[in-house]
């Protein structure tokens, strides 16, 4: 998957993050700070690709704001 822009949050709440993107069949993925970013222990990353403006919108909205774009 084309990472394109994420989310941080806690690790506590990944499964009904996961399960509403996975309603709108909206693809992600979830990286933990050893994996992508220096987090701590109860965070997560929640990662997406470029999405269609119909998607984006779902995700924006979900998370109360833009994601930070994935460093290069």
């Not at 309603?23 to 979830?30: A, C, G, L």
Request: no cysteine; aromatic share 14%.
């Amino acid at each position: 998957m084309n990472k394109s822009f994420y989310y941080v949050i806690n690790v506590k709440e990944a499964t009904f993050f996961s399960k509403k993107l996975t309603r709108h069949s909206i693809p992600h993925s979830f990286e933990t700070g050893e994996d992508f970013l220096a987090l701590p222990a109860h965070e997560i990353s929640v990662l997406f690709p470029d999405l269609p403006i119909r998607q984006y919108d779902i995700v924006h909205k979900m998370f109360g704001g833009t994601g930070k774009p994935v460093p290069q």
